[in-house]
Every structure is written in C-alpha cells, then in structure tokens.
C-alpha cells in the first residue's frame, strides 16, 4: 500500500510544481512583455508574446515531468515483475478485476463446464 500511496505523492508533488511553475512563468512572461513594451512602444505584442510562450513554457515541464515519471514507474514495474512484457500495475493490485474467462455457452445452450443443459 506504500507504493500507491507514493505514487500519489508524486502526482501531487508534480500537479503542485506545475502550478507554481504556471505561475512564476506566467508572471515574468507577463512583466517581461510590458517592459519590453514600454521600451519599444509596440503596446501589448510583447506582453501577449510572453504569455503565449509561458504558458507554452509550462506546458514543456509538466511535459517532461510526466515522461520521466512514466519511465520510471516502467522501469519499477518491469523489476517488480521480472522484466514481463505486460507491466500492468493494476492487475497486479486489484487481482480480482483481471481479464475474465469467456462465456462457455455453445450455441445450443450447452454449458460445457457442467455438461447440462440450462433450465
């Protein structure tokens, strides 16, 4: 149960990054254009220009983030289960929601577990 509750941990800590990143982009992006507008007189094509490439700034880190973190949960789950190729975690924890068998009905309505016909 450690390990969920670290992987929440992680999501929390990156959501928590990535607004406080959002942030302090955002805010330089912004006074950075209005001073480069004010020095240039071009009203607010600087100020929208640094918004736009915060925001896309921002983007490019909760983007990396979640790539080192899907390689690393990868990586942990290929050791947790012997390098298999399938490394599906939630199998793995919650067994009793795995792949069912099918439906052993022929078309005739012969169940072939028991060998009887319903009803």
Known sequence: MAG???????????????VLSTAVYLYLGYRGGRWA???F???PI???LGIVL???MSLLSL???LLALDKELR???????GGGVDGDRERKHFPEFGPRPMSTREPGGRDTD???KPG
């Open 4 to 18: 969920g509750l670290g992987d929440y941990a992680k999501y929390g800590t990156i959501g928590i990054s990535w």
């Open 37 to 39: 507008d004010a020095r």
């Open 41 to 43: 007189d071009t009203a």
């Open 46 to 48: 600087f100020m929208v």
């Open 54 to 56: 915060a925001a896309a």
């Open 63 to 65: 983007t990396k983030e």
């Open 75 to 81: 990586r942990r789950d290929e050791q947790d289960e």
């Open 114 to 116: 028991r060998g009887t």
